[in-house]
Nanobody, 124 residues
Framework: QEQLVESGGGLVQAGGSLRLSCVSS????????MGWFRQVPGKERDFVAT????????YYADSVKGRFTISRDNTKNAVYLQMNLLKPEDTAVYYC?????????????????WGQGTQVIVSS
């Protein structure tokens, strides 16, 4: 069964940067859409960014547009989330997720496989 393993979370000051990584053990990674979501305690899991497995197109939540960049390296079965100009409200557990098809989606129920999450804390 496919596994997604995230890394790169941590504690950073407001205005700083972090780069999250997610590596998939799946064999059809390159043709599948990948996404990043985040969740704070007591709230729903929110969409952050997604990258298509069809044409590499990228979509972002309005709250992170211009600050975060999603990318993928199909040779490494990896997807990344570069987070710049971090704000305290970006504090959350960040999850990597994989669809079973190539088209992007921004809803969590469209994703079949999830990582364990990595904590990001942004101090003010």
């Amino acid at each position: 069964q496919e596994q997604l393993v995230e890394s790169g979370g941590g504690l950073v000051q407001a205005g700083g940067s972090l780069r999250l990584s997610c590596v998939s053990s799946g064999r059809t990674f390159s043709s599948r859409a990948m996404g990043w979501f985040r969740q704070v305690p007591g709230k729903e899991r929110d969409f952050v960014a997604t990258v298509s497995g069809v044409d590499g197109s990228k979509y972002y939540a309005d709250s992170v547009k211009g600050r975060f960049t999603i990318s993928r390296d199909n040779t490494k079965n990896a997807v990344y989330l570069q987070m710049n100009l971090l704000k305290p409200e970006d504090t959350a557990v960040y999850y990597c997720a994989a669809r079973t098809q190539g088209f992007s989606a921004s809803t969590s129920n469209a994703y079949a496989v999830w990582g364990q999450g990595t904590q990001v804390i942004v101090s003010s």
